[in-house]
T-cell receptor, first 115, second 116 residues
Framework: AQTVTQSQPEMSVQEAETVTLSCTYDTSENNYYLFWYKQPPSRQMILVIRQEAYKQQNATENRFSVNFQKAAKSFSLKISDSQLGDTAMYFCAFMNRNAGNMLTFGGGTRLMVKP | NAGVTQTPKFQVLKTGQSMTLQCAQDMNHEYMSWYRQDPGMGLRLIHYSVGAGITDQGEVPNGYNVSRSTTEDFPLRLLSAAPSQTSVYFC???????????????FGEGSRLTVL
């Protein structure tokens, strides 16, 4: 079984600054995906970024990037030039590609972007 | 394109009552699933289906039933609601299973259920 841990229940950042959210996971699998999902107050789950385990290059989507350290089983999310609209819960999630499309989620980090 | 549609969005039940949360997707996805979200615990998988007629249990299946008679629909049934089932429920779908294109799940907007 996989476990995903987010050690920062809450974080805050000033608008336009950079913030990094931490995630660690435990698995014996080699073929998997890692995701960051954003959940704003509207409750909608929005995919922020995706990383395939066999790719060494860190994924990037505009202001969002990850630091994927496979050996350390670490998957942090960096948000650059933070915007007020980035205020949300952020969830790290793991998917074992050999076991179907089931996600295992971390407990979430509540991010507040301050003006 | 509606994506994943859940109904109702809010529901209050009394202990012992039954109800069905509806989920429909119009993307011809093979894979559908139900999660519950409780404070501080992220989302946990209740049941999932890899195609019409095929369902299986996730991490927290007790107290819930599912069926998959069509590709589009995947209802979640609470047979006898308990206060411990107070939660926010999400339906999610994706292409394929192991052979999914991206592994990305598409989520509905969630249904908030309160059991008194």
């Amino acid at each position: 079984a996989q476990t995903v841990t987010q050690s920062q229940p809450e974080m805050s950042v000033q608008e336009a600054e950079t913030v990094t959210l931490s995630c660690t996971y435990d698995t014996s699998e080699n073929n998997y995906y890692l995701f960051w999902y954003k959940q704003p107050p509207s409750r909608q789950m929005i995919l922020v970024i995706r990383q395939e385990a066999y790719k060494q290059q860190n994924a990037t989507e505009n202001r969002f990037s990850v630091n994927f350290q496979k050996a350390a089983k670490s998957f942090s999310l960096k948000i650059s030039d933070s915007q007020l609209g980035d205020t949300a819960m952020y969830f790290c999630a793991f998917m074992n590609r050999n076991a179907g499309n089931m996600l295992t989620f971390g407990g979430g980090t509540r991010l507040m972007v301050k003006p | 394109n509606a994506g994943v549609t859940q109904t109702p969005k809010f529901q209050v039940l009394k202990t012992g009552q039954s109800m069905t949360l509806q989920c429909a997707q119009d993307m011809n996805h093979e894979y559908m699933s139900w999660y519950r979200q409780d404070p501080g615990m992220g989302l946990r998988l209740i049941h999932y289906s890899v195609g019409a007629g095929i369902t299986d249990q996730g991490e927290v299946p007790n107290g819930y039933n599912v069926s998959r008679s069509t590709t589009e629909d995947f209802p979640l049934r609470l047979l006898s609601a308990a206060p411990s089932q107070t939660s926010v429920y999400f339906c999610a779908s994706s292409y394929g299973s192991v052979t999914g294109v991206t592994g990305e799940l598409f989520f509905g907007e969630g249904s908030r259920l309160t059991v008194l």
